[in-house]
């Protein structure tokens, strides 16, 4: 069983950076092949080119998108973020754009419907909020959880079990309540 962590935050001391290195830890322990890829370090461009959107729905793209034949080797994704002005970071949104696309996440039929690539079985996010809680649910609607489990897993992988770990509150976190969060999130991985 092969798991693919992406990881798209700039700082290495980062919670998100740290929760990466726990997962990975934590799905190495279970026996799964991980592989970490850390967006920033691989120096990833998130800009798509006019070439690549003219491209866009070609079913063998050329070149190959980056990292494609990570993410086909991979049979669980977990995405590791945090949410700026309540969405991606331009770096995630554009490995979205420029990697999941068609001929590696799915293949577009002549009446317009998306056929999923990838056999995905596990599709999960582990993300953070400067917000509160309330704030993030009942005031901006939780546009991240919704554009992931409505729009994303729907067309990338519509069978896999989808769970959103969301840590809010981060601008006023205390070291120690970090701590317990980190230390969630690598006790569920274990069910990942």
């Known amino acids: 069983m092969r798991a693919l962590i992406?990881?798209?935050?700039p700082l290495p001391e980062s919670f998100a950076h740290e929760a990466a290195r726990r997962i990975e830890a934590?799905?190495?322990?279970?026996?799964?092949?991980?592989?970490?890829?850390?967006?920033?370090?691989?120096?990833?461009d998130p800009v798509l080119s006019a070439a690549e959107r003219r491209a866009y729905l070609d079913t063998s793209p050329d070149p190959e998108p980056p990292f494609a034949e990570r993410v086909r080797a991979a049979q669980k994704l977990a995405l590791v973020f945090p949410q700026w002005w309540f969405g991606f970071p331009a770096i995630l949104k554009g490995f979205f754009d420029r990697t999941l696309v068609s001929g590696v996440a799915?293949?577009?039929?002549?009446?317009?419907?998306?056929?999923?690539?990838?056999?995905?079985?596990a599709f999960w996010a582990v993300t953070?909020?400067?917000?509160?809680?309330?704030?993030?649910?009942l005031i901006a609607g939780d546009p991240t959880r919704?554009?992931?489990?409505?729009?994303?897993?729907?067309?990338?992988?519509?069978?896999?079990?989808?769970r959103l770990i969301q840590v809010n509150g981060m601008?006023?976190?205390?070291?120690?309540?970090?701590?317990?969060?980190?230390?969630?999130?690598?006790?569920?991985?274990?069910?990942?």
Not at 32 to 39: G, K, Q, S
Not at 106 to 121: A, C, I, V
Request: contains cysteine; positive net charge.
């Open 26 to 44: 934590a799905l190495t322990r279970r026996g799964l092949a991980v592989d970490l890829l850390d967006l920033y370090a691989e120096g990833f």
């Open 106 to 121: 799915y293949e577009r039929e002549p009446n317009g419907r998306f056929t999923p690539l990838l056999t995905l079985d």
């Open 128 to 137: 953070s909020t400067g917000s509160p809680w309330w704030y993030v649910r």
């Open 171 to 192: 601008d006023a976190m205390t070291r120690e309540k970090g701590a317990a969060q980190l230390r969630r999130i690598e006790r569920e991985f274990t069910r990942f």
């Open 146 to 162: 919704r554009l992931l489990a409505r729009g994303v897993k729907p067309q990338l992988c519509p069978r896999a079990r989808f």
């Open 6 to 9: 992406v990881l798209a935050h």
